[in-house]
């Protein structure tokens, strides 16, 4: 696998995540990358006027994003790529100060997805998301991040908790509440509307507009840890985000240097994965069918049926590898290791679209091209979770493969994945988008 130099890529992997703190950043930081690589970006409300061999792209909700390049008028089908942009989070309730004994101001939040909440413990936090403000025509998105280390979660001492590591269960609304800041004497003396607006008068001030102008928030908390290399020689990648902000880069790194030949390259980053992705930017929307009926819409010369049958979905999500403090948990005869290759999932209920078609497939790619590749399964005595995969397939029913990148510590605020991987992936990403899939005259599969 000589394609792509490894630390070239995690160094640009690791700037994209510390630049990520949360989807929508993910998606605004992914534009950029398609716009420097000289992608036009389209908009569902106008029409579109698509050139082959041109790279475009479409935002939806400002959280998920859809890249896309047709090679020729009479492309035969879609070769698409999916992730998603979310990670489980805490997100700010509305209203969200509490005075304490009027003497500390915390926040109130509400989880974001299945989550490791231990580790969001004791460790310098702060916040990003989007605001809605007031303008004299109507409203307007903004992105904002308070870059410094504005709040923590504080445990309890052991001292007061003399169980605490033989198991305790966390209340989420009464223990995971981040320290803000004290009452000030000033605070006591302001009337109670004052009060209440210590953060948007940070929000105000990091975007240089009124604070009444602000007239709703999407903000998360996000760990301010940044990403790291580790190991004796550096042979891990740890961050937030990894799940699955890692498959995304990929993704996007390999469609923006692939030159897509017989199949039109589609790299969809949807929202939402982690809470089912039932949502208009998920992936049980309809973003990613209504991006194919447009194209199709635009290039008629081959049926649209004809494209679909023609089609292959890669869905990449990131995978568990085999854990060095807890390697009975992974199956017997199918052991994922960080720095090992591509991760390849099969689940018998449907939870992972892998069959042997489709797995067949996706080997081809990979062994025409030297990219290392691993198995998955869960053990059959521990249920798994699912992806968007499947979901997808319930707007636009293709041969789909579930693939992901090894990692340990999923769903914690700071994961960690091989140092060798994310490289293997951007390979097989381009690998994929150049190649595509036809059938001969006796019905067999042919991988071009």
């Known amino acids: 696998m000589k394609e792509?130099?490894?630390d070239e890529v995690n160094n640009g992997l690791m700037n994209f995540l510390d630049k990520s703190p949360n989807a929508f950043f993910a998606v605004d930081n992914a534009a950029k990358m398609l716009e420097e690589a000289g992608a036009r970006e389209l908009f569902e409300r106008d029409d579109w006027n698509i050139i082959p061999g041109r790279k475009y792209f479409v935002k939806r909700n400002d959280s998920a994003i859809i890249a896309f390049e047709i090679p020729k008028k009479d492309f035969a089908g879609f070769m698409i790529m999916a992730s998603h942009s979310d990670s489980p989070v805490f997100k700010i309730k509305a209203n969200e100060e509490i005075v304490v004994e009027n003497k500390y101001v915390k926040l109130n939040i509400e989880k974001y997805g299945g989550m490791l909440i231990n580790p969001w413990f004791d460790r310098p936090l702060s916040l990003a998301g989007r605001v809605i403000i007031k303008t004299?025509?109507?409203?307007?998105?903004?992105?904002?991040?308070?870059?410094?280390?504005?709040?923590?979660?504080?445990?309890?001492?052991i001292h007061m908790d003399r169980d605490a590591n033989q198991g305790h269960k966390i209340n989420a609304q009464k223990e995971l509440l981040p320290l803000f800041t004290d009452v000030s004497t000033e605070d006591k003396e302001e009337d109670k509307d004052k009060i209440k607006s210590r953060l948007l008068n940070i929000i105000a001030a990091e975007l240089e507009i009124k604070a009444e102008d602000i007239i709703d928030t999407d903000l998360y908390l996000y760990n301010r840890m940044k990403a790291a290399k580790v190991g004796l020689n550096g042979e891990y990648i740890a961050s937030k985000g990894l799940d699955d902000l890692s498959s995304a880069y990929a993704s996007l790194k390999g469609f923006i240097d692939a030159t897509p030949e017989s199949s039109a390259a589609v790299c969809a980053i949807f929202d939402n994965e982690e809470v089912g992705s039932g949502s208009k930017q998920g992936a049980a929307g309809t973003f990613l069918k209504d991006v194919i009926d447009r194209i199709n819409e635009v290039f008629s010369e081959v049926s649209?049926?004809?494209?679909?049958?023609?089609s292959y979905m890669i869905s990449a999500d990131n995978a568990h590898a085999v854990h060095p403090n807890f390697s009975e948990k992974s199956d017997p005869t199918n052991r994922p290791f960080l720095n090992q290759g591509i991760v390849i999932?099969?689940?018998a209920n449907q939870k992972y679209t892998t069959d042997a078609v489709s797995s067949a497939i996706f080997k081809t790619i990979l062994e025409r091209?030297?990219?290392?590749?691993?198995?998955f399964f869960n053990r059959s005595d521990m249920?798994?979770?699912?992806?968007?995969?499947?979901?997808?397939q319930s707007q636009i029913s293709v041969k789909s493969v579930d693939i992901g990148l090894p990692q340990l510590a999923m769903h914690s605020?700071?994961?960690?994945?091989?140092?060798?991987d994310t490289a293997y992936l951007c390979f097989a990403a381009k690998c994929a988008f150049e190649s595509g899939i036809d059938y001969n005259n006796e019905g067999d599969i042919v991988i071009k």
């Open 304 to 310: 649209s049926k004809r494209r679909i049958d023609r």
């Open 345 to 347: 999932k099969y689940s």
């Open 136 to 157: 004299d025509e109507g409203i307007r998105t903004r992105l904002v991040d308070i870059d410094r280390d504005l709040l923590i979660i504080p445990s309890l001492a």
């Open 383 to 392: 249920l798994g979770g699912s992806t968007l995969g499947n979901i997808a």
């Open 369 to 375: 091209n030297d990219i290392p590749y691993q198995t």
């Open 413 to 420: 605020p700071y994961e960690t994945q091989g140092a060798k």
């Open 4 to 6: 792509y130099n490894f």
